[in-house]
T-cell receptor
């Protein structure tokens, strides 16, 4: 099993550009989520999903869209990139839609918006 | 919504000493408390967790305690080693009708001096 795979690992965008961060898991996990990590602020929840066709907002959803068409994939879209979205983005999955199982994280995407 | 505070932000100990990291949470409905370790440039990894119906859990040199009344939980590392140097994150999870949310603390950078 590859676990949780994120692509790309690094990306530089210009302000106003759009892009999609990819996340795929091969563990048949029900729950998937996106976090951003900024220095001194820990990990903040952007969006999450408990199954195909079901998504919900986290703590900091503005400027991001998600969809879940399959159990395996959970892409994160930046609609119009802003410098404030410069961050490291982590995708994380968990076996069930209830807590108590912990996360498996992907390796992260370092995004810079200039 | 849930808020998790973590202290201290930086902790330096001598090899062989103990390290304690403390967290508080705000929402009494939180029912699962995982701890993650993140080495420099790597993804966070689950090291230990505790459920709300348990007061203490131990795994070799690490232990977690939970005080539900005070909404406090702590990570204890005994006989610290240089490889314990990393950033540690506490988190609190709440189950909802649409799935759970996990909120992280800001992190503690632990230095273990040889």
């Amino acid at each position: 099993n590859a676990g949780v795979t994120q692509t790309p690992k690094f990306q530089v965008l210009k302000t106003g550009q759009s892009m999609t961060l990819q996340c795929a898991q091969d563990m048949n996990h029900e729950y998937m989520s996106w976090y951003r990590q900024d220095p001194g602020m820990g990990l903040r929840l952007i969006h999450y999903s408990v199954g195909a066709g079901i998504t919900d907002q986290g703590e900091v959803p503005n400027g991001y869209n998600v969809s879940r068409s399959t159990t395996e994939d959970f892409p994160l879209r930046l609609l119009s990139a802003a410098p404030s979205q410069t961050s490291v983005y982590f995708c994380a999955s968990s076996p069930r839609r209830t807590s108590h199982y912990g996360y498996t994280f992907g390796s992260g995407t370092r995004l810079t918006v200039v | 919504g849930e808020n998790v505070e973590q202290h201290p932000s930086t902790l330096s100990v001598q090899e062989g000493d103990s390290a304690v990291i403390k967290c508080t949470y705000s929402d009494s409905a939180s029912n699962y408390f995982p701890w993650y370790k993140q080495e420099l440039g790597k993804r966070p990894q689950l090291i230990i967790d505790i459920r709300s119906n348990v007061g203490e859990k131990k795994d070799q040199r690490i232990a977690v305690t939970l005080n539900k009344t005070a909404k406090h939980f702590s990570l204890h590392i005994t006989e610290t080693q240089p490889e314990d140097s990393a950033v540690y994150f506490c988190a609190a999870s709440i189950d909802g009708t649409g799935g759970f949310k996990t909120i992280f603390g800001a992190g503690t950078r632990l230095f273990v001096k040889a």
